[in-house]
Nanobody
Framework: QVQLTESGGGSVQAGGSLRLSCVVS????????VGWFRQGPGKEREGVAA????????TYADSVKGRFTISQGNAENTVFLQMNSLEPEDTATYYC????????????????WGQGAQVTVSS
């Protein structure tokens, strides 16, 4: 059974930083794509960043380029999302997801999802 667990959410002031972690268990495909998504109040879930674990290839939404970084931990089952220069507009529940299909920030490409971590940015 595939399980994803996010951690590292919290409340920060604008301009601050947070690092989210996603720990994956039960997923055995070595060429996986891990994505981070977010859903703000009253908004659709949107893609933030994605990473192909075998190659290290990454992609980002325009709204977070230069501020967020997705990376793989030393433990192959962990992926991070480093978020710097946070803005109130970044307030959302953040989800990680994994699959082995087309790698990108389209939520339809992912079948397996975590429960989410709340990030709140105050002005």
């Amino acid at each position: 059974q595939v399980q994803l667990t996010e951690s590292g959410g919290g409340s920060v002031q604008a301009g601050g930083s947070l690092r989210l972690s996603c720990v994956v268990s039960g997923y055995t495909d070595s060429s996986a794509c891990v994505g981070w998504f977010r859903q703000g109040p009253g908004k659709e879930r949107e893609g933030v960043a994605a990473l192909r674990t075998r190659s290290g290839w990454t992609t980002y939404a325009d709204s977070v380029k230069g501020r967020f970084t997705i990376s793989q931990g030393n433990a192959e089952n962990t992926v991070f999302l480093q978020m710097n220069s946070l803005e109130p507009e970044d307030t959302a529940t953040y989800y990680c997801a994994i699959d082995n299909r087309k790698c990108g920030i389209e939520k339809a490409s992912f079948r397996y999802w975590g429960q989410g971590a709340q990030v709140t940015v105050s002005s």
